[in-house]
Each structure stands twice: as C-alpha cells, then as structure tokens.
C-alpha cells in the first residue's frame, strides 16, 4: 500500500544516483567531518568526484542529548564561485526521500545556486544511509500489491487491515527503538545540528513537497536561525489527517481534469470513463505479459498517479490509458512500477517504508473503520478516480500503528523568524496550491512570502517559468525578497 503524495516520484522514471561515504577522507576541514569519496551502492553508481560524503552523529532522543547517537548520512558539492555564502541544504520531500541519493540528480535544476552556496543534503533518521527502515521483503512487498486498497466486501477489509497491520509489525521488527524517534520535529532539530557542523551562522534551506513540512516545523522550533528559506509544492500545515487526503484527491482530481482538457475530453465525461476503467479492472485484472503479474485495480491508480505529476508525462499517460482500455495492462503496470521504486529484477526500494514509520509517528489521528466508511461518499464526490483510495487509506496507512502519533497538525508559527519564501503551484496535484496560503499565513505576518506560479505538475522551481526561477534564485543569491502576493503567469 503506497500513499500517493511523494516529491520522488518525480525522479522514479530515471536511475537514481545513490552514495554512502567510502573509508578513508579526503577533505577534513573546519566541520570537523570526515569527508570522503562518495561509493556506489546495489541501488546505483557512485556520483562523480565533485560529491563528498560524510556522517555527522546526532542523538537517537533529543530529549537525551547525551545518550545514545545514530549516524546521518550527507552529501555535499562545494560552492564553484568565489563569493561562497554558506552551505544550502535541501529535503527532497517523502517524508522518507534520500537526500544523498538525490541531490547529485537535482543538481542541474539548480545549478546557478551552486555558484554562492555548497550544495548539501542528507538521509533522514530512518531513511537510506541514515539508519534506513526496511519493513518487508522484496517478494513480500509483491505479493501485498493483490491486497485490495478499496476493499467491497468483508474478507477484502479483513485482508486490508491485516497487511497494514503486519506492514508495521515488520517496521517495528527492523527499526526498534528508531522507531519513536523518526518524527518531522527529530529531524528539523538534526538540521540545526547539521547547520552548527557546517559552521553557518543561519540555516539556508530548499524544501520540496513533505520538505516544506519540515522547513516550517524548523522555523518554528529555531525563528532567530532561519537565514534564507524556500518552500516549493507546500504541504497544508493546517490540514490533519483527513484533511491532507482530502487535498489529495482535490489535487489529483484537478490535475486529470487539466489532462483531460489538454487532450480535449469533457473533463467529467473522461473521470467517469476512467473510473469505469479502474472497476473493470477491480473485477478483473488485466494482463500484463510479465510472468506472475497482474495489473490490479491499486496498480492502475498507481501508474495514472506518476505522469500527473509532470505534464511532460501527459502523452505517456494516454497511451497507457488506451492500451488498458483495450485489455493491456502492461504500460500502466511500467509506470506503478516506477511510482512504487521496482527495478526490472523484482527489488523494491524504501522509500515507502520510511514514509509510514515517519508520518505515523507525526499523525496521531487514526480514523476508524466505521468513520471512514462515513468518510467515502466525499471522498468520492471530490474524486471518483481517487476518492476511494484516499478515503480508505485514512484507516489503513496507521492501522494498529506500533507507536502513537504526536500531533494533529505540525506547528510552523515562526515569530521573529527572517523572510520565508513560499512558492504554490495553482495546478499542483500532490500538494494542491491551498497548502502555500495556508503555509504563508501559518508562518505569521512579515515572515511567509507568498509566490504564486500559474502552472502544472508538482512543484515550481525548474518546471519551466523563468519569473519563478529568477524570483527564487535572486531571494537565494542577493537576499531580495519578492513583493508579498506576486504571481508569475
């Protein structure tokens, strides 16, 4: 069962790059890290020679700041400019996105950054490099995706919660103790522990997705160290756990609609089709020509799920859509591949798993069975399409969780705290545009700095608008905060 919203599925149609730090250093410098040569993984190749890496230990509990520690993994691209102005650290988003396997791919898109800033990222608690969770195996993972995520009848419910109950039973198993110390807030204070370690006065920070979660959560706990801030395809700080589904499928929903459109469909007329398609395909799953693998009803909504998110992915989604509508599930299956992080030899990566252990740990609300019941008829009234799968994943994500949420909603007021820059994409389907609002408004008069792009996909920064690119960039480099409100078109 994977939840929907993740930065990263942007990057799953390519390789990407993962790093550990190797034996050995060669750049010990005023951090106090040992920097070294980054090493390939079974995920991936070694990133160049421009990558170092390193591990900065923090405490396991913060609350025991002398206890027991654990290990992050970063990465880091020095600055290629004379006039360095510290180091930028970035958060992919997830939660449960590995940083160091990311940043060098993400490098390009930011490029003109790198000549003022080193470019650095890390692992968080629970992630990859850093103490990274594992909760299932690679043919257990295979043999979950025939659990029905919008079960119809009570042995399809029974089977739903009993996978989501082993899920963490199996997270528990693996991460032990970690367990209760992976949330959003354990992490932004590993980030100010990174900024002292990196020797900069103020935290520079570029938070993507579930990374604007967690840039606001830092400015709440450390205002006075916030130095310069920007958030891209916002998480709603305001909204729970019902509340974040919900601007899912509002999200989801608006993107298909743009899709719809762009191919000159009703937009009503094509969701009614599309449904009708996923309930075929619930009855039925259709073949894929892959031995063992059927596309089930999750699957088909998986890979519709992974070209929304880019609008360069808008034709690949057609032509998966037509190939399912005529009995052929094996272009969809390609692209929930994708989405769910499987390689051609049947290896799943993590990156779900540390999702969960980390919002889990954050949401303490954990809907019912009977309230979620109550719950699906607007669910599916935002989406047909959608609705249903967010609507019972409210129930079944935290299902007989092992450990206790820890809040409702996360706190992101940040009195006193310098400009933070709050990018929203109005066609945003993960991270629908409401999210920058309320996020800006959250963070308190003179410190949130609302930028609007009218455009498509997950995220603004690099999706093409030279004015939010240039309003970013002149923020980050010079310090020149936009007007409040501006709107690039």
């Known amino acids: 069962m994977t939840r929907l919203v993740r930065w990263t599925a942007l990057a799953a149609a390519s390789a990407l790059l993962a790093a550990g730090c190797s034996g050995g250093s060669s750049d010990d410098d005023k951090s106090g890290l040992s920097w070294g040569r980054c090493k390939a993984t079974a995920d991936g190749p070694a990133p160049s020679s421009e990558w170092q890496c390193a591990t900065v230990q923090v405490p396991l509990d913060w609350s025991k700041p002398d206890g027991e520690t654990i290990g992050l993994g970063l990465i880091r691209a020095k600055a290629r400019g004379d006039d360095r102005l510290g180091s930028l650290l970035f958060n992919f988003g997830g939660p449960g996105a590995s940083g160091v396997s990311m940043m060098p791919s993400y490098a390009p898109t930011v490029s003109s950054l790198r000549e003022r800033y080193d470019l650095v990222s890390w692992d968080p608690r629970g992630v990859g490099a850093s103490e990274g969770v594992r909760c299932r195996g690679d043919k257990e993972i295979q043999a979950a995706e025939a659990v029905d995520v919008t079960p119809d009848t009570p042995t399809e419910e029974k089977a739903y919660f009993e996978d989501a109950a082993d899920f963490g039973k199996g997270c528990q198993k693996d991460a032990g103790k970690l367990m209760a110390h992976v949330s959003t807030a354990d992490s932004a204070r590993d980030m100010d522990r990174i900024r002292e370690v990196l020797g900069d006065d103020r935290m520079n920070y570029f938070g993507i997705s579930y990374g604007t979660e967690l840039g606001g959560t830092y400015a709440h706990l450390f205002p006075k160290k916030v130095g310069r801030v920007t958030l891209d395809a916002v998480v709603d700080p305001t909204a729970d756990t019902v509340g974040h589904a919900q601007n899912q499928a509002r999200?989801?929903?608006?993107?298909?609609?743009?899709?719809?459109?762009?191919?000159?469909?009703?937009?009503?007329?094509?969701?009614?089709?599309?449904?009708?398609?996923?309930?075929?395909?619930?009855t039925r799953p259709l073949p894929?020509?892959?031995?063992?693998?059927?596309?089930?009803?999750?699957?088909?909504v998986t890979g519709i799920i992974l070209p929304l998110y880019s609008k360069d992915s808008w034709p690949t989604l057609t032509s998966a859509l037509k190939a399912a509508e005529a009995g052929d599930g094996s272009e969809l299956l390609v692209l929930a591949d994708r989405y769910n992080e499987r390689d051609p030899s049947g290896r799943y990566g993590t990156t779900t798993h540390s999702q969960r252990v980390i919002s889990c740990l954050d949401d303490r609300q954990r809907p019912t069975v009977a309230e979620t019941r109550k719950l699906l008829p607007r669910f599916e009234k935002i989406s047909p399409v959608f609705g249903r799968f967010l609507g019972w994943d409210t129930a079944g994500w935290c299902h007989d969780w092992p450990v206790p949420g820890q809040h409702d909603t996360p706190e992101v007021s940040a009195p006193g705290a310098a400009p933070v820059l709050v990018v929203g994409n109005t066609g945003d389907p993960a991270t629908p545009y409401e999210g920058a609002l309320r996020m800006a408004g959250e963070l308190g008069k003179g410190v949130g700095v609302l930028l609007t792009w009218r455009g498509e996909g997950h995220g603004a920064y690099g999706s093409g608008s030279d004015c939010v690119d240039s309003a970013v960039d002149a923020y980050l480099l010079d310090g020149s905060v936009p007007k409040n409100g501006k709107v690039c078109s």
């Open 251 to 282: 999200g989801f929903q608006r993107a298909l609609n743009g899709y719809l459109r762009s191919t000159g469909q009703d937009p009503e007329d094509g969701t009614r089709k599309i449904a009708d398609l996923l309930q075929r395909i619930d």
């Open 288 to 300: 894929t020509g892959a031995p063992g693998r059927e596309l089930t009803q999750t699957l088909a």
